[in-house]
């Protein structure tokens, strides 16, 4: 099963470089900076940090999503999950104290995002596609295959190990 970081630099490879796009989003994320900051704050101090903590819970996430992609220890990125989980619970508790349309504008961006990292972890990253057990133990011979040389002419396991010592460079996957 191909790494989160796999995932990941194919996802920024493949990002769109129109000029368009990128002017697009960006000129909704600006517009989300500017109603964040005209439209009027929650009436409740507690529900405006609540709120605000809630948009730093989500940059933790992403951020969480970044540090954990080189980490083949854990399953799951374990920063990602608890500050999407914080934004959640945050945004929830905030719509619930004091539900109006200025406070679900200003927690819209932190809970989209939040949704957008939880699909991609748990779809793209974990359960994404069958796990294979692997049958192979460390001092086993390499099972043969038959692939393409840099030539295009079919190569076989033995028919490289008959020439003496060799070195396999697999680009693709992370095995």
Not at 48 to 76: I, Q, T
Not at 112 to 123: D, E, H, I, N, P
Not at 130 to 144: A, C, I
């Amino acid at each position: 099963m191909p790494s989160r970081l796999s995932y990941l630099v194919v996802a920024l490879g493949n990002a769109p470089r129109h000029p368009l796009r990128r002017g697009i989003f960006l000129m909704l994320l600006l517009a989300w900076v500017v109603g964040v900051v005209l439209l009027p704050s929650p009436e409740e101090h507690i529900v405006l940090w609540l709120s605000r903590l809630a948009m730093a819970c989500s940059l933790v996430a992403c951020v969480g999503v970044f540090l954990d992609a080189l980490n083949l220890r854990r399953k799951y990125p374990l920063l990602t999950l608890a500050g999407v989980t914080a934004c959640l619970v945050l945004s929830g508790w905030c719509l619930v104290r004091q539900p109006s349309g200025a406070l679900l504008f200003r927690l819209s961006v932190p809970l989209l995002l939040s949704g957008l990292l939880l699909f991609y972890v748990f779809y793209f990253s974990v359960l994404h596609g069958g796990q294979l057990v692997s049958k192979l133990r460390v001092g086993d011979r390499f099972p043969d295959f038959n692939l393409p040389d840099s030539a295009g002419r079919p190569v076989t396991l033995a028919a490289v190990l008959a020439r003496g010592p060799a070195l396999f460079l697999f680009y693709r996957g992370d095995w």
